[in-house]
Protein backbone atom coordinates (compact mmCIF):
# COMPACT_ATOMS: atom_id res chain seq x y z
CA UNK A 1 0.00 0.00 0.00
CA UNK A 2 1.40 3.65 -0.76
CA UNK A 3 0.44 7.07 1.06
CA UNK A 4 1.90 10.21 1.26
CA UNK A 5 2.04 12.75 4.09
CA UNK A 6 2.39 16.85 3.43
CA UNK A 7 3.39 18.47 6.33
CA UNK A 8 2.41 22.18 6.53
CA UNK A 9 -1.02 22.42 4.74
CA UNK A 10 -0.06 26.34 4.28
CA UNK A 11 2.81 27.64 3.70
CA UNK A 12 3.53 31.43 2.95
CA UNK A 13 6.77 32.94 1.57
CA UNK A 14 8.09 36.32 0.20
CA UNK A 15 8.03 36.78 -3.30
CA UNK A 16 11.73 36.16 -4.43
CA UNK A 17 12.11 33.66 -1.21
CA UNK A 18 13.06 30.16 -1.31
CA UNK A 19 10.01 28.13 -1.69
CA UNK A 20 9.73 24.35 0.33
CA UNK A 21 6.95 21.97 0.69
CA UNK A 22 7.42 18.73 2.14
CA UNK A 23 6.31 15.10 1.37
CA UNK A 24 6.87 12.09 2.74
CA UNK A 25 6.14 8.76 1.44
CA UNK A 26 4.95 5.34 2.40
CA UNK A 27 5.25 2.48 -0.04
CA UNK A 28 5.86 -1.03 0.22
CA UNK A 29 7.13 -1.27 -2.87
CA UNK A 30 9.33 1.27 -5.18
CA UNK A 31 7.29 4.41 -5.77
CA UNK A 32 6.53 6.41 -8.72
CA UNK A 33 6.34 10.19 -7.06
CA UNK A 34 4.95 12.93 -8.35
CA UNK A 35 4.13 16.30 -7.05
CA UNK A 36 0.66 18.35 -9.17
CA UNK A 37 -0.69 21.52 -8.89
CA UNK A 38 -3.88 23.26 -8.45
CA UNK A 39 -4.38 27.24 -9.41
CA UNK A 40 -7.28 29.18 -8.84
CA UNK A 41 -10.70 27.49 -10.47
CA UNK A 42 -8.32 25.08 -12.59
CA UNK A 43 -7.79 21.24 -12.96
CA UNK A 44 -4.43 19.75 -11.58
CA UNK A 45 -1.59 19.58 -13.62
CA UNK A 46 1.52 18.07 -13.20
CA UNK A 47 4.56 19.80 -12.04
CA UNK A 48 6.94 16.88 -12.28
CA UNK A 49 7.63 13.49 -11.49
CA UNK A 50 9.96 11.22 -10.23
CA UNK A 51 10.55 7.26 -12.21
CA UNK A 52 14.28 5.99 -10.77
CA UNK A 53 15.78 7.62 -13.66
CA UNK A 54 17.33 10.44 -11.31
CA UNK A 55 16.79 11.58 -7.96
CA UNK A 56 16.59 14.93 -9.02
CA UNK A 57 13.54 15.97 -10.57
CA UNK A 58 13.32 19.10 -12.89
CA UNK A 59 10.03 20.39 -13.50
CA UNK A 60 8.05 23.21 -14.84
CA UNK A 61 7.97 26.94 -14.01
CA UNK A 62 11.65 26.76 -12.40
CA UNK A 63 10.37 23.64 -9.29
CA UNK A 64 12.29 20.80 -8.80
CA UNK A 65 12.42 17.83 -6.38
CA UNK A 66 14.59 15.23 -5.11
CA UNK A 67 13.88 12.00 -4.18
CA UNK A 68 15.44 10.50 -1.08
CA UNK A 69 14.85 6.60 -0.18
CA UNK A 70 16.90 6.80 2.98
CA UNK A 71 14.47 9.91 4.63
CA UNK A 72 11.30 8.45 2.14
CA UNK A 73 10.99 12.26 1.09
CA UNK A 74 10.23 13.78 -2.38
CA UNK A 75 10.32 17.68 -1.11
CA UNK A 76 9.35 19.95 -3.56
CA UNK A 77 11.78 23.49 -3.83
CA UNK A 78 11.61 26.60 -6.01
CA UNK A 79 14.85 28.79 -5.13
CA UNK A 80 13.04 32.00 -6.09
CA UNK A 81 8.84 32.47 -5.48
CA UNK A 82 6.52 34.18 -7.81
CA UNK A 83 3.60 35.89 -6.92
CA UNK A 84 1.89 33.29 -9.75
CA UNK A 85 3.39 30.30 -7.93
CA UNK A 86 0.13 31.26 -5.59
CA UNK A 87 -1.76 27.50 -5.67
CA UNK A 88 -2.62 24.36 -4.18
CA UNK A 89 0.27 21.62 -4.66
CA UNK A 90 -0.28 17.39 -4.65
CA UNK A 91 2.32 15.18 -3.51
CA UNK A 92 1.43 11.89 -5.28
CA UNK A 93 2.34 8.14 -4.92
CA UNK A 94 1.92 5.26 -7.55
CA UNK A 95 3.58 1.74 -7.25
CA UNK A 96 6.40 0.77 -9.79
CA UNK A 97 7.03 -2.16 -11.90
CA UNK A 98 2.95 -2.55 -11.36
CA UNK A 99 0.15 -2.93 -13.99
CA UNK A 100 -2.45 -2.16 -12.14
CA UNK A 101 -1.59 0.75 -10.10
CA UNK A 102 -3.58 3.73 -8.78
CA UNK A 103 -2.50 7.09 -7.64
CA UNK A 104 -2.46 8.44 -4.54
CA UNK A 105 -2.34 12.06 -3.08
CA UNK A 106 -1.86 13.70 -0.29
CA UNK A 107 -4.28 16.23 1.53
CA UNK A 108 -1.97 19.28 -0.58
CA UNK A 109 -0.82 22.43 0.44
CA UNK A 110 -1.70 25.66 -0.14
CA UNK A 111 0.86 28.25 -1.03
CA UNK A 112 0.97 31.96 -0.59
CA UNK A 113 3.32 34.53 -1.70
CA UNK A 114 3.51 37.39 -0.19
CA UNK A 115 4.37 40.72 -2.18
CA UNK B 1 -8.23 17.21 -28.45
CA UNK B 2 -10.01 19.33 -25.63
CA UNK B 3 -8.38 17.80 -22.92
CA UNK B 4 -10.58 15.55 -20.26
CA UNK B 5 -14.95 16.98 -20.15
CA UNK B 6 -16.47 16.94 -17.68
CA UNK B 7 -20.32 17.24 -17.30
CA UNK B 8 -22.13 19.01 -15.68
CA UNK B 9 -20.01 21.18 -14.00
CA UNK B 10 -22.08 22.26 -10.99
CA UNK B 11 -25.21 20.12 -9.75
CA UNK B 12 -27.57 21.16 -6.79
CA UNK B 13 -29.51 18.40 -5.81
CA UNK B 14 -32.00 17.48 -2.71
CA UNK B 15 -30.81 14.52 0.01
CA UNK B 16 -32.07 11.08 -1.41
CA UNK B 17 -32.36 12.28 -5.15
CA UNK B 18 -29.86 9.95 -7.98
CA UNK B 19 -27.12 12.12 -9.66
CA UNK B 20 -25.19 11.23 -12.94
CA UNK B 21 -21.89 12.65 -13.45
CA UNK B 22 -20.72 12.50 -17.44
CA UNK B 23 -16.41 11.89 -17.76
CA UNK B 24 -14.92 12.37 -21.73
CA UNK B 25 -11.37 11.59 -21.64
CA UNK B 26 -8.60 12.06 -23.89
CA UNK B 27 -9.37 9.70 -26.90
CA UNK B 28 -6.09 7.78 -26.79
CA UNK B 29 -6.63 7.46 -23.27
CA UNK B 30 -7.28 3.81 -22.46
CA UNK B 31 -7.56 4.31 -18.92
CA UNK B 32 -9.91 6.42 -16.42
CA UNK B 33 -9.90 7.88 -13.29
CA UNK B 34 -12.39 8.88 -10.83
CA UNK B 35 -11.74 10.73 -7.99
CA UNK B 36 -13.30 13.11 -4.84
CA UNK B 37 -12.06 16.28 -3.24
CA UNK B 38 -13.67 17.93 -0.53
CA UNK B 39 -12.67 21.74 0.12
CA UNK B 40 -8.68 21.40 1.98
CA UNK B 41 -8.23 17.73 0.92
CA UNK B 42 -6.44 16.16 -1.76
CA UNK B 43 -8.04 14.24 -4.35
CA UNK B 44 -9.28 10.93 -2.95
CA UNK B 45 -9.32 7.36 -5.06
CA UNK B 46 -12.51 6.31 -5.99
CA UNK B 47 -12.30 3.85 -8.96
CA UNK B 48 -10.85 3.24 -12.27
CA UNK B 49 -10.85 1.90 -15.65
CA UNK B 50 -8.60 0.05 -17.92
CA UNK B 51 -10.59 0.48 -21.17
CA UNK B 52 -13.80 -0.77 -20.21
CA UNK B 53 -13.16 -3.22 -17.20
CA UNK B 54 -12.82 -1.67 -13.71
CA UNK B 55 -9.81 -2.53 -12.29
CA UNK B 56 -10.07 -1.04 -8.99
CA UNK B 57 -12.80 -0.06 -6.44
CA UNK B 58 -12.57 1.85 -2.92
CA UNK B 59 -13.02 0.31 -0.02
CA UNK B 60 -14.72 3.50 1.31
CA UNK B 61 -16.91 3.61 -1.74
CA UNK B 62 -20.63 2.86 -0.79
CA UNK B 63 -23.21 0.48 -2.34
CA UNK B 64 -24.40 3.58 -3.60
CA UNK B 65 -21.97 4.54 -6.05
CA UNK B 66 -21.29 3.00 -9.23
CA UNK B 67 -19.42 3.40 -12.22
CA UNK B 68 -19.24 2.56 -15.74
CA UNK B 69 -17.15 2.60 -19.30
CA UNK B 70 -19.14 0.74 -21.47
CA UNK B 71 -17.54 0.79 -24.54
CA UNK B 72 -14.05 2.24 -23.46
CA UNK B 73 -14.43 5.71 -24.08
CA UNK B 74 -16.72 8.20 -22.04
CA UNK B 75 -17.57 7.19 -18.37
CA UNK B 76 -20.07 8.01 -16.13
CA UNK B 77 -20.63 8.24 -12.12
CA UNK B 78 -23.96 7.58 -10.76
CA UNK B 79 -24.79 8.20 -7.06
CA UNK B 80 -27.91 6.88 -5.43
CA UNK B 81 -29.87 8.17 -2.55
CA UNK B 82 -26.91 11.14 -2.54
CA UNK B 83 -26.70 12.59 1.36
CA UNK B 84 -25.15 15.53 2.66
CA UNK B 85 -21.98 13.90 2.79
CA UNK B 86 -21.65 13.35 -0.78
CA UNK B 87 -21.09 16.81 -1.26
CA UNK B 88 -17.31 17.72 -2.80
CA UNK B 89 -15.82 18.07 -6.20
CA UNK B 90 -15.75 14.94 -8.70
CA UNK B 91 -12.42 14.46 -10.77
CA UNK B 92 -11.92 12.68 -13.58
CA UNK B 93 -8.88 12.09 -15.73
CA UNK B 94 -7.25 9.73 -17.98
CA UNK B 95 -4.07 8.37 -18.81
CA UNK B 96 -2.62 5.99 -21.39
CA UNK B 97 -1.30 2.82 -19.19
CA UNK B 98 0.77 0.55 -19.95
CA UNK B 99 2.89 -2.23 -18.48
CA UNK B 100 4.61 0.35 -15.96
CA UNK B 101 1.18 2.11 -15.72
CA UNK B 102 2.29 3.78 -12.65
CA UNK B 103 3.99 6.31 -14.22
CA UNK B 104 1.64 7.72 -16.37
CA UNK B 105 0.82 11.06 -16.08
CA UNK B 106 -3.04 11.52 -15.20
CA UNK B 107 -4.90 14.53 -16.98
CA UNK B 108 -7.59 15.65 -15.05
CA UNK B 109 -11.07 17.51 -16.29
CA UNK B 110 -11.85 20.89 -14.47
CA UNK B 111 -14.59 18.57 -11.99
CA UNK B 112 -18.47 18.35 -11.09
CA UNK B 113 -18.98 20.09 -8.46
CA UNK B 114 -21.83 18.47 -6.44
CA UNK B 115 -24.50 20.31 -3.42
CA UNK B 116 -26.45 17.92 -1.88
CA UNK B 117 -29.53 20.23 0.45
Known amino acids: AQSVTQLGSHVSVSEGALVLLRCNYSSSVPPYLFWYVQYPNQGLQLLLK??????LVKGINGFEAEFKKSETSFHLTKPSAHMSDAAEYFCAVSAMYSSASKIIFGSGTRLSIRP | DTGVSQDPRHKITKRGQNVTFRCDPISEHNRLYWYRQTLGQGPEFLTYFQNEAQLEKSRLLSDRFSAERPKGSFSTLEIQRTEQGDSAMYLCASSSGDRFSGANVLTFGAGSRLTVL
Open chain 1, 50 to 55: YTSAAT
